[in-house]
Structures are given as structure tokens and as C-alpha cells.
Nanobody, 117 residues
Framework: VQLVESGGGLVQAGGSLRLSCAAS????????ISWFRQAPGKEREGISC????????NYAGSVKGRFTISRDNTKNTVYLQMNSLKPEDTAVYYC???????????WGQGTQVTVSS
């Protein structure tokens, strides 16, 4: 089982990035996928999630209206489009998979996002 994040990097405030999470080793559509982030010295926080079918999404208040989560089940990939980035969005971003009908949980290794002011 693998979750591999990509797309992180350094961007100026107001800019955009698109993160990808490529999954393998499990039945992708049977898992809800979430994005978490962890800033230095802070706890890991969930910022967005999407249902297995992609028909339901949720966002934390801190990113609502700026970030968009989506998934392509034909490519076993989830995306996080991040617009209007702020310095406080600087963190390591993690992909998380949770079985809809099981207790299985998987994490990716994370990708660094740095937003300069």
C-alpha cells in the first residue's frame, strides 16, 4: 500500500499550488481521502476530505473557499488545488486514506508547502 504526495514547493503569498496524492495497493474508491497538514510546532490538522465516490467534500474553515479537493478514481489520485495561499498555510501536507467499510487507515509521507510573504 502506498500514498505518494507530490506538488509541494515554495510559492509567494497569493499564489497557487496543486497537490496530488497517488494511491496504490488498495481499492481506491472504497476509501475516503483526506488532506492533513502540520506546521512547525503545531498539531496535525485535517483540512479537507472527499468521499469514495467524490460526491461529498468537506473543508476546514481555514481553507474553505480557497482550497478544492477532487479525485479521479480512474487514476487512483486525489488532488488539492490551493489558491490564494497565505504564509500561515506553510506546513507539511499529508494524504490520508480511511476505509469506508473497514478500519484500515493509511498515510503518505508528506510534501512540504512553503508560502513566502
Amino acid at each position: 500500500v502506498q500514498l505518494v504526495e507530490s506538488g509541494g514547493g515554495l510559492v509567494q503569498a497569493g499564489g497557487s499550488l496543486r497537490l496530488s496524492c497517488a494511491a496504490s495497493g488498495f481499492i481506491f474508491e472504497d476509501y475516503a481521502i483526506s488532506w492533513f497538514r502540520q506546521a512547525p510546532g503545531k498539531e496535525r490538522e485535517g483540512i479537507s476530505c472527499i468521499s469514495g465516490s467524490g460526491g461529498s467534500t468537506n473543508y476546514a474553515g481555514s481553507v474553505k473557499g480557497r482550497f478544492t479537493i477532487s479525485r479521479d478514481n480512474t487514476k487512483n489520485t486525489v488532488y488539492l488545488q490551493m489558491n490564494s495561499l497565505k504564509p500561515e498555510d506553510t506546513a507539511v501536507y499529508y494524504c490520508h486514506a480511511r476505509g469506508i467499510n473497514t478500519d484500515y487507515v493509511y498515510w503518505g509521507q508528506g510534501t512540504q508547502v512553503t508560502v513566502s510573504s
